[in-house]
């Protein structure tokens, strides 16, 4: 359960994350786009007033203002200039109100700003408008207020950080609340297969001890055939059940050494050559030499065998069956491939659910139970990889990745 109460305190941190994200970059985006508006509002105002900001009395278009608190200190409080074209070439600069620029760099500026012909933008901390007789030109500074913007940015940003972690905190120490209900029923369920697999081996141990003897009285006949089969069908399910159980009760597993995958597939492979031959598959084997790999080799070779033993399952007669081993720098590939009837509606990521049978072809005429891709998953996540099943038009593909990066070690009475 530490990965589900991992999952919950991600899915927090990621949600709060984004939340706080979105709402500064909304803020930061509406008060840059009030400051704008501001700014244009203010080089129109001056560009109708022939370079100057009008006293409040005097300004023809009062509503454009009066959400801007502006009063007869305005003029005095604001940092503009502008710089008018003439006839012959002349040039009036007005630099009045701001100290900062001199009339040879307004007039560069002015001239960069015409030669762009647009009729408002930026330039570096300035507003700028171009009259509309193309005239005049007006830069308004707002430097200050978008300092602020970005100032008041940062300062939530800092708060997010800060709220984002109190509460990443507060919910790793409530996830423990949270996923009890979760842990105890996992635990309950888990140990009902346990008790329920042990109770069921009495009986199924008294029923094929009476069978054989009915056998060993009245001789071999159907209905003692069958009683056997589904006997020993029934003692193996509960055998992948509990090995199934065991596999989820540990997050990591132990006896770890190294392992040849090449020469423990090829093994794997040679015990089903037969059943292979049978079916007059053909059959290609791509095993890169002396694979080796940290991991359980008991784990391995289950890991092996069941994938092996599902493709001679379910291979067409006279289909293909390929494996293919290879090393790379992180991770170790295995993949198997044999010809098969592939429902192409099904979906084969369900395939490594407990009893899951993709199509009405996967019957237990087959002898499988839907438990030994469950118990192949779970090897494979415990040895740091992935497994997926891949459908094609002609078969089923089983492409397992595992770790390279393992340490070998041996714990004693972790795991029987």
Aim: hydrophobic share 40%; charged share 25%; with cysteine.
């Amino acid at each position: 359960m530490k990965k589900l109460r991992r999952k919950i305190v991600l899915g927090v941190f990621i949600s709060a994350t984004i939340v706080f994200a979105l709402t500064i970059l909304f803020v930061s985006i509406f008060l840059n786009a009030e400051i704008t508006r501001r700014a244009d509002a203010m080089t129109e105002l001056i560009a109708d007033n022939q370079g100057e900001v009008p006293p409040k009395s005097e300004i023809n278009k009062p509503s454009l203002f009066n959400i801007y608190s502006y009063n007869e200190d305005s003029p005095f409080r604001m940092r503009y200039f502008a710089v008018k074209y003439e006839e012959n070439d002349h040039v009036v600069v007005y630099v009045d109100h701001n100290v900062s620029i001199d009339e040879g760099k307004a007039v560069a500026m002015a001239d960069i700003v015409k030669m762009s012909n647009l009729k408002t933008g930026d330039y570096n901390d300035f507003r700028y408008r171009v009259s509309d007789e193309n005239d005049m030109v007006i830069f308004v500074d707002y430097t200050y207020e978008y300092n602020a913007v970005d100032l008041l940015t940062l300062m939530l940003s800092l708060l997010a950080v800060v709220f984002i972690v109190l509460i990443t905190v507060v919910f790793w120490f409530l996830s423990n609340r949270i996923v009890k209900p979760f842990e105890e029923n996992s635990r309950m369920q888990k140990q009902f297969i346990t008790d329920a697999s042990h109770e069921i081996k009495t009986p199924i141990a008294i029923i094929s001890a009476n069978a054989e003897v009915l056998a060993y009285k009245n001789g071999e006949s159907e209905w003692l055939n069958n009683i056997t089969t589904q006997v020993t069908r029934i003692s193996e399910l509960v055998g992948e059940l509990l090995t199934l159980n065991r596999l989820e009760e540990v997050d990591e597993i132990s006896d770890i050494e190294a392992v040849n995958l090449s020469e423990m597939t090829e093994a794997v492979c040679a015990d089903f050559e037969e059943v292979f031959r049978a079916k007059n598959v053909q059959t290609s084997y791509e095993l890169q030499p002396d694979v080796t790999i940290n991991g359980n080799t008991d784990q391995l070779k289950r890991l092996v065998s069941v994938l092996v033993e599902n493709a001679s399952k379910y291979v067409t007669d006279e289909g293909e069956f390929r494996v293919k081993l290879n090393k790379e720098l992180r991770h170790t590939t295995l993949s198997i491939y044999n010809t098969c009837e592939v429902d192409q509606e099904a979906d084969y990521k369900h395939l490594f659910d407990r009893f899951y049978r993709p199509d009405s072809s996967r019957t237990s005429s087959t002898g499988g139970h839907g438990i030994g891709l469950s118990i192949a998953k779970r090897i494979t996540v415990l040895h740091g990889g992935s497994i997926e099943a891949v459908p094609s038009e002609e078969g089923l593909t089983f492409n397992v990745k595992l770790s390279n990066r393992l340490k070998a070690h041996h714990k004693k009475g972790s795991e029987k």
